[in-house]
């Protein structure tokens, strides 16, 4: 009953798939074609981002029919590509790429997202070096010894170091 069940979803979804041009269309004609409706609300900043991604997919994935890209394409792309960047931008095209592939499956292109099969990378917290008394002073003497006219920064600065405040709390 499962099987069959199951086998009805899959029927369903594949008469949903487009027959013809789009049917067979290349990675790089979907993401040109996603990021068009895509980047009109973007700011110009993020526009230019997300076109630096989609060209990125299209370096890797090139021609390649989109319904033809696997999970296993999709995988092996982003171990390669998690040893060049910090997980923080790799989770960043991941969702890019799993928009793309959303995109494709809304417009019947393709049944299912081979980008869902990328797990998220967990971000690295950053921690925070701390100098220690002598070496603080010796920042202060260096300020000091730039400029006359940074005295009150040397100010600024041992007031927030001493009290814990931030800039803006200062």
């Known amino acids: 009953a499962l099987a069959k069940r199951m086998l009805g979803d899959l029927r369903k979804k594949a008469d949903g798939l487009v027959p013809g041009v789009d049917g067979k269309m290349s990675f790089t004609a979907?993401?040109?074609?996603?990021?068009?409706?895509?980047?009109?609300?973007l700011k110009p900043s993020s526009e230019?981002?997300?076109?630096?991604?989609?060209?990125?997919?299209?370096?890797?994935?090139?021609?390649?029919?989109?319904?033809?890209?696997?999970?296993?394409?999709?995988?092996?792309w982003a171990e390669a590509r998690s040893k060049q960047i910090t997980p923080r931008t790799l989770n960043y095209e991941r969702e890019c790429l799993i928009r793309i592939f959303d995109y494709a499956i809304r417009d019947g292109i393709m049944i299912e997202n081979p980008a869902r099969a990328i797990?998220?990378?967990?971000?690295?917290a950053k921690t925070a070096v701390i100098p220690t008394k002598e070496q603080f002073k010796t920042l202060l003497e260096t300020i000091k010894t730039l400029r006359v006219d940074a005295l009150p920064s040397v100010d600024l600065c041992e007031l927030l170091a001493y009290s814990g405040c931030r800039l803006n709390e200062a």
Do not use: Y
Not at 30 to 41: E, Y
Not at 61 to 74: E, G, S, V
Not at 119 to 124: F, S
């Open 30 to 41: 979907l993401a040109n074609r996603w990021h068009k409706i895509t980047s009109a609300h």
């Open 119 to 124: 797990v998220r990378r967990k971000a690295q």
């Open 48 to 76: 230019l981002r997300q076109e630096g991604v989609k060209n990125g997919f299209c370096k890797v994935f090139k021609d390649t029919p989109a319904r033809n890209i696997t999970k296993q394409m999709a995988e092996n």
